[in-house]
């Protein structure tokens, strides 16, 4: 029984030396502003913040200066002046970090020999990330498009609005906004229908088989050669393009402005059938003749 309560009392003499030490480590810490190294700690603090307000400031003068200094050089254009300077703007804030810890007195070269292994480990995890970074490089650098361009990128087209370090911002004619990642761009055939000073309207349009063609043909060259939109050169091309099954199709190929590109077709496509009726000519539609062997 002695032995019992003797053992009990060295635990409960245990425990209660150790919340003491507890609770007076507890104390120490909170006594830790009266320490020369409290205020050592607030000074620092207080630089440090100082230095990141000044660098802020810093960082902003600097990017509204070189904006001011791209926007002179006649060969960038929207897209590559706010790529370098989000590149640029990273880069000193980085660097602004790197000082505000410095300036913290955290030792730089574990945390900088840190960073490498990050780096290594990040880079593996970001690949995706990294390669939109370099194939968005590479897009400003040849510069395919502009801002507020009309493109074609692999199977989607529109208006470009946008573009940043990993995408392209489209917007397109039925108003969607398209983003596409940059390494899909870059991987993929470009077309840029704003670049060019002319582009020729594709239509097409069937007749049936019993049709004068010259008739026809005269019709279409009317028609097209009445839109003030339409090029003197290179000239309208209206000839027979298809022996197809239930008709004879044309091809009538006038030259435009790329803005008046829509608006020839669609007026094309909206007077051509009442133009050709004029003629009593009808476009003709899929049929099937079957023959009956009487035997």
Known sequence: MLSLLSYVALVV???????????GGFLNSLMFWKSPGFSDFITNLIAAVIVLIIGWIVIKIIVNIMRRILKKIPN??????????????????????????????????????????TGVVLGLALKDSISNFFAGS?????????????VQLGSFSGTVKAMDLTSVKLLSPDGKNIIICNNLVWGNPVTNFSDIEKRRVDLIVGVPYDTDLKVARDVFISVISSYPEVLAEPGITVEIAELADSSINFAVRPWVKPADYWAVLFKFNSEITG????KNIFLPFPQLDVHLDKE
Not at 86 to 93: A, E, G, P, R, Y
Not at 275 to 278: D, F, I, N, V, W
Request: aromatic share 8%; charged share 15%.
């Open 13 to 23: 003499e245990d425990a209660t030396s150790k919340a003491m030490e507890t609770t």
């Open 76 to 117: 960038v254009n929207d897209l590559l002046r706010g790529y370098l300077l989000k590149i640029l703007s990273i880069i000193l804030w980085i660097l602004l970090i790197l000082t505000f810890l410095g300036q913290m007195g955290i030792d730089m070269a574990p945390l900088i020999a840190g960073l490498g292994i």
């Open 138 to 150: 590479m897009i400003i650098l040849n510069q395919p498009f502009r801002m507020g361009d009309f």
């Open 275 to 278: 133009k050709l009726a004029e």
